[in-house]
């Protein structure tokens, strides 16, 4: 520990450093340090753009912390708005611990959204109680991302060929298949030929996950399906041969396929993987919205990418994106207010989310400004100094 | 081809802001805009060049460069050292890298930096060359103190460097990467002709001859150090630092490269040669400088050093250099290679019909420069790597295509030669590193679960075992120094069951203390009856290991000797050309 202690000038600025000391030491805060500071300093920098457009941005951020937290709807909201976030940002950092940058998050929650909202309309479907209809929709939902996600694995495995090049692709061709999908009308194949917009029919009502607060959207129990998986994939990750592997292979696949270790395996394992992590999400999403919102092609526009910058910022540690989700959700949630009452643009949030991701992958901003030490091994170093 | 669409976009945003300009100043005047925007357009940039071709100086070869000899006046090398080093103190954190080390180099002499890995000598260096700013100590330069103010500033006072890894891009040609950094320039275009005309010059001045317009990528590794001392000598180098520029030469390579770095000093520059290959050192030095845990050991005379005193100085305590061995009792066949023929990644056959045999109980070494299909040998033989045609057979079955899991299964260890790249998972804690092999089986692990406990009570039965210098066992490996690395594989490999070790350049880049314990530790092996295969680019390792020796050139195996009976000049020549001299036959 050399916690370098520049000439802040001051009995100020020495208590001040005290203080920051026994909080970073006491809550051992030293791991989260970049991305808390990152956040506060998307913070400050938003506050100073809210300014410049002439906005009083304490004003601004009341209103926001008002829309996020204000009364247990809109706690209930921002939880619910989070949760498809929690799935996307995990099938982003399992595939970033075995080395591969998984972009197709967003084609991986379609496919597994229509593929859930497919299964929710079988006709035995109908006949089977809740406890069967819905972890078939589930399961239905995570395969469709596994599919997603093992052909990038497979290609990537045997070929070489990219995954971020390959995921990219699948992206646009799960859209442009799930619109078509949705939208046709000749033939009708999954559109509800009942409703005046293109969507799925209504799916089983025994395939609808309950309800835990009737808000806007509803928070449903996906929330504690994609709890206990992030709590799994930490076990997994930590604990068993499988996780040692996939993080050797993410380290050094030189050493791993020394070792013995199948490297190609691994790949399409942890991308199959995530994939499914991502559908399941979507089914989840599916199923808990069933009773008022049909599957639509646009409903998880934009997810598959804000899950990249949420696994940044939890450093790819599946137990940090549950924070890490809430803030995003609860952001989202809480900028209509701001906007309504403070007169700031709802896009001054997206710019924070932004700079949040800026912050943390430039980390080396962050550690200048407040100087946090380098630490050793993590799992997103971007660069250690030059070494001659 | 981006530079280019770069360089023209560059000229057309000029030639319209030119014919802007023009046009608008026509306008003014009252004639017609559009005319004169055109001719601005088109002879604007024509005249621009032509200005600053005329500029005097910039055109210039090597114009940003002083030359050295007369800024010096009072500089008289009979008296004054060329260069002298007082008391540099460099620390890094936690480390004290030099002590006060001080360093005088003469004119037209070279002066060996002889020292372990870790002992200071390329920081040392690096502190002359301007890459590290010192804590304290001076530097005298012809008698005056040298500023530290960067690379640039010692490039321009006559200090040039050649590192161990070189700084060439191999897609570009000799000349592109010798004028690199340091553009002839006739105005705005590079003025490549002139840079030919000067490493043609060079060359045949210093006997350093290289085709200028030759792909960088396409030299051999001899021609590619010949490049880095053109580049040096282009920026008009007078003090040459030589950071171990033998390690990645043949033999022979070694000779002419000693030749041309006594033409060197023959012609006046002075040299700075660090390496800690103590038969180089006799051959060549001027001067020694023995340096230990960042300081000054002491310094020799190579007219009296042995190589026995200068390990002594190096280590600091007496080194037995001669490895104990006992005779070897040869059993059976443990590994056995027919007909094998292996690819690289490029898809060319770099292993061509190899057969021989390991015994149980013999060291089998197999000598030859680097690059000759060792690697891939090796990587084939343990099974990371495909066979093309071929067997392989290990303890009695075969195991040709097994996978590197099955071929450890069967009781086979293998030290590989990269460590960092196949060896280690840098960021893993030293237990994780030492159960790298095993982890899958219990007690490190039961039903796919890991077992922590198991885990590190095997590493640090193994830490002590082996003598591994570390904290404790769970710091990340790379925190430890390559020679406790390399024991940390050693370890791991070598405890167990082991009927066959196959091991690869196990001594690269240590120092003595860690070479001794390793050759020990493989010698240890064979005399418990595994049959070893050695790996070594190093003709003394090879020699005073093995019980028997294959020459590999180029794929092939050209000879097998028994070790007692040939020499080092045998194999040396047998290395380098692949046959034997026409006088000697080689009865085998």
């Known amino acids: 520990m050399t916690e370098r202690e520049r000439g802040t000038g001051g009995r100020l600025g020495r208590a001040l450093g005290g ?58 909201s921002s939880i619910a708005r989070s949760v498809p976030y929690i799935g996307s940002a995990l099938a982003l950092a399992f595939a970033f611990r075995a080395g591969l940058f998984n972009i197709g998050a967003e084609g991986q929650l379609l496919v597994g959204g229509i593929v859930a909202a497919w299964a929710g309309t079988w006709s035995w479907m109908l006949e089977v109680p809740g406890v069967v209809a819905i972890p078939v929709i589930l399961i239905a939902g995570a395969a469709g991302g596994a599919l997603w996600g093992f052909i990038p694995g497979l ?20 859209l442009f298949m799930v619109r078509w999908l949705v939208n046709s009308r000749d033939p009708i194949i999954l559109r509800d030929a009942a409703a005046s917009v293109p969507r799925t029919r209504p799916i089983t009502p025994t395939g609808i996950l ?74 989840g999403e599916v199923s808990g919205m069933g009773a008022t919102q049909p599957y639509q092609p646009g409903h998880f526009i934009t997810m598959g990418f804000d899950g990249i910058a949420i696994a940044l910022l939890a450093r790819g540690n599946p137990i940090g994106i549950i924070p ?23 896009d001054i949030v997206r710019i924070i989310q932004s700079m949040v991701l800026l912050f943390v992958a430039a980390d080396a901003i962050v550690r200048f400004i407040f100087r946090v030490r380098s630490d050793e091994g993590g799992a997103f170093q971007m660069s250690e100094e030059v070494t001659l | 081809m981006g530079a280019l669409i770069v360089y023209l976009a560059f000229w057309v945003v000029a030639a319209y802001l030119i014919g802007w300009l023009v046009g608008r100043a026509a306008k003014g005047r009252g004639h017609d805009a559009d005319r004169w925007f055109w001719l601005g357009f088109f002879l604007g940039p024509i005249a621009l060049i032509a200005l600053l071709a005329a500029k005097p100086g910039s055109g210039a070869p090597g114009a940003d460069l002083e030359v050295t000899d007369t800024s010096y006046p009072d500089f008289d090398p009979a008296v004054t050292p060329i260069l002298e080093v007082r008391g540099i103190t460099k620390t890094f954190p936690g480390v004290i890298a030099n002590e006060n080390v001080d360093l005088v180099l003469n004119k037209g002499e070279i002066h060996c930096l002889l020292g372990e890995n870790g002992a200071g000598k390329s920081t040392l260096v690096n502190v002359i060359f301007g890459l590290y700013h010192p804590d304290a100590g001076s530097i005298y330069l012809r008698g005056r103190q040298l500023e530290f103010k960067g690379v640039r500033h010692a490039i321009s006072q006559g200090i040039g460097m050649v590192h161990q890894h070189f700084q060439l891009i191999p897609v570009l040609t000799v000349a592109e990467n010798v004028i690199l950094g340091n553009e002839l320039t006739t105005g705005p275009l590079v003025d490549i002709g002139e840079a030919r005309r000067r490493i043609r010059e060079i060359g045949e001045k210093y006997g350093l001859e290289v085709d ?144 021989f045999e390991v015994r149980a109980g013999e060291i089998f070494g197999i000598a030859g420069v680097q690059g000759n299909g060792q690697r891939e040998l090796v990587e084939a033989v343990t099974g990371m790597r495909r066979k093309v045609a071929g067997s392989v057979e290990i303890l009695g079955e075969d195991a040709t295509r097994f996978k590197p899991r099955q071929i450890t299964e069967l009781g086979t260890a293998h030290i590989p030669e990269d460590r960092t790249k196949h060896g280690l998972v ?163």
């Not at chain 1, 692709?169 to 799960?174: D, E």
């Open chain 1, 210 to 283: 309950p309800e835990i607060y009737d808000s806007q959207p509803t928070l449903h129990w996906g929330l504690f399906v994609m709890l206990a998986v992030c709590v799994l994939v930490a076990y997994v990750l930590k604990r068993t041969n499988f996780g040692f592997e996939t993080i050797t292979v993410g380290l050094n696949p030189h050493a791993a396929h020394y070792a013995g270790m199948s490297v190609n395996k691994i790949i399409i394992l942890s991308m199959t993987l995530s994939g499914a992590f991502a559908g399941l999400a979507a089914a």
């Open chain 1, 19 to 76: 203080l920051r000391r026994s909080l970073v030491e006491g809550f051992k805060l030293q791991p989260v340090l970049v991305p808390l500071y990152a956040i506060l300093l998307s913070f400050v920098v938003g506050g100073i753009l809210i300014a410049i457009v002439g906005a009083n941005p304490f004003k601004a951020y009341y209103w926001l912390v008002q829309g996020m937290l204000g009364g247990w709807e809109r706690v209930a």
């Open chain 2, 426 to 588: 840098g960021p893993y804690t030293v237990a994780d590193n030492l159960v790298i092999n095993r982890y899958h089986k219990a007690p490190y692990s039961r039903r796919g679960v890991r077992n922590q406990a198991a885990i590190h009570d095997e590493a640090a039965v193994l830490v002590e075992e082996y003598d591994i210098r570390t904290p404790s066992v769970d710091v990340p490996v790379h925190t430890l120094s390559g020679g406790n690395q390399q024991k940390v594989i050693v370890a791991r490999e070598l405890s167990g069951d082991i009927g066959v070790l196959i091991v690869s350049q196990p001594t690269r880049g240590l120092d003595v203390g860690s070479i001794e314990f390793i050759h020990q530790q493989i010698i240890g092996i064979r005399d418990r009856g595994a049959g070893v295969l050695l790996v070594s680019a190093e003709l003394d390792e090879i020699l005073s290991l093995s019980d028997r020796i294959g020459v590999l050139y180029r794929g092939k195996l050209v000879g097998i000797f028994d070790a007692a009976s040939t020499t080092r000049e045998q194999l040396g020549y047998l290395m380098a050309t692949g046959s034997t001299p026409d006088t000697e036959e080689v009865a085998s």
């Open chain 1, 155 to 174: 290609l990537r495995a045997t070929t070489g060929a990219h995954e971020v090049i390959s995921t990219i692709m699948l992206n646009w061709i799960g």
């Open chain 2, 212 to 355: 200028p317009d030759a792909k960088v990528g396409d030299l051999s590794v001899g021609e590619q150090q010949r490049v880095e001392l053109v580049k040096a000598l282009f920026r008009r180098a007078e003090i040459l630092i030589l950071d171990e520029p033998t390690a990645v030469l043949t033999p022979g390579e070694v000779d002419e490269f000693f030749a041309v770095v006594r033409s060197l000093v023959d012609q006046g520059k002075s040299i700075i040669f660090i390496t800690h290959k103590l038969r180089e050192v006799l051959a060549v030095a001027d001067h020694i400088t023995v340096l230990r845990g960042g300081k000054v050991a002491g310094s020799a005379d190579p007219a009296t050093a042995t190589q026995q005193t200068l390990a002594n100085l190096m280590v600091g305590r007496d080194v037995v250099f001669r490895v104990e061995k006992g005779e070897a009792r040869p059993g059976r066949a443990v590994l056995s290679v027919h007909d094998m023929c292996v690819e690289d990644e490029r898809g060319v056959q770099t292993v061509s019909d190899l057969s």
């Open chain 1, 324 to 346: 890490a989700s809430l803030l995003w959700g609860a952001l989202l949630v809480g900028a209509p207010l701001m906007q309504q009452q403070a007169g700031v643009s709802i």
